[in-house]
């Protein structure tokens, strides 16, 4: 069996003849001649040792083999199909891809524009985003299956490098009818006596408050878990429970359904969002130049003596 003689127009070829029941309805459809086209597939049977098709008078019919042999046909098209495209983006100037994993509120109140503007500057870079936990970050960072990680302050990353991105502000959110609505500032013990709407207990923000309500040997009354903030705005809005989400994020669902945000005393409740790389010096010249550009958003929108403490 010779590899050489199964070239990409024959396999196309003869998945066009599965798909038009004939040889000559597959001819037409990859624009051959039928000779040629029937010669091909003779050859293609040759190479292969076995009959592909049942040569009938009103067309072909797919033996057992001819089965087997249009899936794999498929799935080899279907992945130089991807290598073409991929590809291509080199062709047209293309310089580099790199891969961001981040947490909901970076992408909900920060990224979107740093993004924006690093891609203006730079648009040969191709950003393959994905939104994940941030435990899940730090391990998809790890495991160079990321490139750069944006996620919540304390969660276990010793072993990465890391800067502070952006600081985040946790704000109580409220029904206007709810008794702790008239509160322009409380603290997170007053609320402990509440039903809460929250996220899933592995994300970052479900463990944060865990863990206070956990340090005030209290029990957090958690009803209702959803997964995404704006969920948490419709809960709170349709069933009068509280949740805490960063205040940025809120915001747009707190004026569209008319809820209330109130600042937290905690100190815990202003947290840092942190960049996260394996080795710095072992990046691509395009992840450093977006490592750079997020570094440098970070120290022109915080106080350098902000920026410097509270790790």
């Known amino acids: 069996m010779n590899p050489a003689r199964f070239d990409l ?21 990859a624009h051959l001649a039928v000779g040629a086209a029937s010669r091909r597939i003779t050859d293609l049977e040759a190479a292969l040792g076995t009959p592909l098709l049942y040569r009938l008078s009103s067309g072909v019919e797919l033996t ?10 498929q799935r080899v098209l279907h992945e130089v199909s991807q290598m073409a495209g991929s590809l291509s983006d080199f062709a047209h100037g293309l310089r580099g ?40 970050i730090v391990q998809l960072v790890r495991d160079n299956r990321a490139d750069l990680g944006i996620f919540a302050d304390r969660t276990p990353c010793n072993d990465l490098e890391t800067v502070p991105y952006r600081r985040d ?18 603290s997170f013990i007053d609320t402990i006596d509440f039903d809460y709407v929250g996220l899933p207990p592995t994300t970052s923000l479900a463990m944060r408050l865990q863990e206070e309500s956990t340090r005030l040997d209290q029990v957090l009354r958690l009803r209702i878990q959803v997964r995404s903030f704006d969920a948490i705005c419709r809960m709170v809005a349709t ?43 072992a990046l691509t010249t395009p992840a ?24």
Not at 169 to 186: I, M, Q, S, W, Y
Not at 266 to 276: E, F, P, Q, T, Y
Not at 288 to 300: D, M, P
Request: aromatic fraction near 4%.
């Open 97 to 136: 891809q790199i891969r961001i994993a981040a947490n909901t509120s970076s992408l909900t109140q920060f990224l979107p524009e740093d993004l924006a503007a690093f891609m203006q500057a730079q648009p040969g870079v191709r950003i393959d985003l994905e939104e994940h936990n941030s435990n899940h």
């Open 239 to 281: 069933t009068r429970m509280i949740g805490i989400l960063p205040r940025r994020a809120a915001a747009p669902h707190a004026r569209s359904m008319k809820l209330k945000l109130i600042r937290l005393n905690d100190g815990w409740a202003r947290r840092w969002l942190l960049l996260g790389v394996r080795n710095s010096e």
């Open 288 to 311: 450093r130049l977006l490592l750079w550009h997020l570094k440098h958003q970070a120290e022109s929108t915080e106080p350098a003596s902000s920026v410097a403490s509270d790790r």
């Open 169 to 186: 502000e946790l704000v109580l959110v409220t029904h206007p009818e709810h008794p702790l609505a008239g509160r322009k500032t409380l």
């Open 64 to 73: 057992q083999a001819g089965h087997a042999c249009l899936a794999h046909a």
């Open 9 to 29: 127009v024959t396999l196309a070829l003869f998945v066009d003849v599965a798909r038009e029941g004939s040889i000559s309805g597959g001819a037409r459809r």
